[in-house]
C-alpha cells in the first residue's frame, strides 16, 4: 500500500498491520484508492488525487494496488478500477467507481463530493 503525503504528494509505504477501518488509526478522513498498474483509468487519477490532496489537506489518501492486494480489494467488493472508499472515523461514508476514462470524475467535482461527505 502506499499514501500520498498531504504535505508533499509522496508515496511513502504504510506499516504492517494498519487497518483503515480502526478509528484509532484513522483519526482523519481517509480515501482507500485501488487501481492496477495495467489500467489506462487508474493511471489518470494520479493527477486527480494530486488536486485533491492539495485542496483538502486533512484527507489522508491511501493508493492501493489491487493486484498486490487482492484480499483487501476482495474484502471491499471492488470491481471496477479505480475504486474510491471514504471513510471518516472508521466507517464507510462513499464509494466512487469508475470504469471508463471518460467516466472519470473531475478533480472538482470529487473535492465538492469528497467535502460533503466530511
Not at 38 to 61: F, H, M, N, P
Amino acid at each position: 500500500m502506499t499514501t500520498i503525503d498531504n504535505s508533499a504528494n509522496t508515496f511513502t509505504v504504510l506499516p504492517d498491520g494498519f487497518n483503515p477501518l480502526d478509528p484509532e488509526q484513522t483519526n482523519q478522513p481517509l480515501l482507500l484508492v485501488f487501481s492496477a498498474a495495467w489500467s489506462g483509468s487508474s493511471r489518470l487519477i494520479d493527477s486527480i488525487l494530486e488536486q485533491v490532496s492539495a485542496q483538502i489537506r486533512s484527507l489522508t489518501i491511501l493508493k492501493i494496488d489491487s493486484e498486490v492486494y487482492p484480499d483487501l480489494a476482495s474484502q471491499y467488493q471492488v470491481h471496477p478500477l479505480p475504486t474510491l472508499l471514504l471513510f471518516c472515523k472508521g466507517e464507510l461514508v462513499d464509494r466512487i467507481e469508475e470504469e471508463r476514462t471518460e467516466l472519470l470524475m473531475p478533480a472538482e467535482k470529487l473535492i465538492q463530493r469528497l467535502q460533503a461527505c466530511l
